[in-house]
């Protein structure tokens, strides 16, 4: 079975521009979350989605968003880009919304903002 | 407020030696916690959980961890090191406080250094 896969892997776009990265969640797997790293602030959490709805969002400006397709697929944007934004960002799935789940990972997606 | 805590940015230990990366938690309830693994320029990979049950869990690639209630830890171990366990280590705790969600809190991270 395919994990989580992420795209782009590598980019890098110029302050201001706006970026979208894309999540396939594993197989049968409907809900995907994202979260941010970064040296300074760790590994944070961006939101969740579950069967196309937004279940929780993590305290990041209104420049982050993004949505789930019917097919469980996940993209988040960023729009306004600053140069704080550049990081791995990494989205992970899980089955359902039972607290037990464990919580898989892609390999991530780098943006570096110049 | 939910956290989890690793208390060494850096582990070194001798290949073929035991290892123990440490983490600690604070959480209201019943935690769920989960070891994860990071390879340079790679995403995190699942090591191994506790959700309920025998303290001693056993995970992928040989570790395990033991969750201690009364001490409020679940410190991750490995009878002998192999230089290829050289990585990032993150603890984190399920965000009980976010109901169903699957918001995991992430530990800073420890860097484990295993030399031949």
Known sequence: ?114 | AQSVAQPEDQVNVAEGNPLTVKCTYSVSGNPYLFWYVQYPNRGLQFLLKYITGDNLVKGSYGFEAEFNKSQTSFHLKKPSALVSDSALYFCAVRDRGSGNTGKLIFGQGTTLQVKP
């Open chain 1, 1 to 114: 079975k395919a994990g989580v896969t992420q795209t782009p892997r590598y980019l890098i776009k110029t302050r201001g521009q706006q970026v979208t990265l894309s999540c396939s969640p594993i197989s049968g797997h409907r809900s995907v979350s994202w979260y941010q790293q970064t040296p300074g602030q760790g590994l944070q959490f961006l939101f969740e989605y579950f069967s196309e709805t937004q279940r929780n969002k993590g305290n990041f400006p209104g420049r982050f968003s993004g949505r789930q397709f019917s097919n469980s697929r996940s993209e988040m944007n960023v729009s306004t880009l600053e140069l704080g934004d550049s990081a791995l960002y990494l989205c992970a799935s899980r089955p359902s919304d039972t607290l037990g789940n464990t919580i898989y990972f892609g390999e991530g997606s780098w943006l570096t903002v110049v």
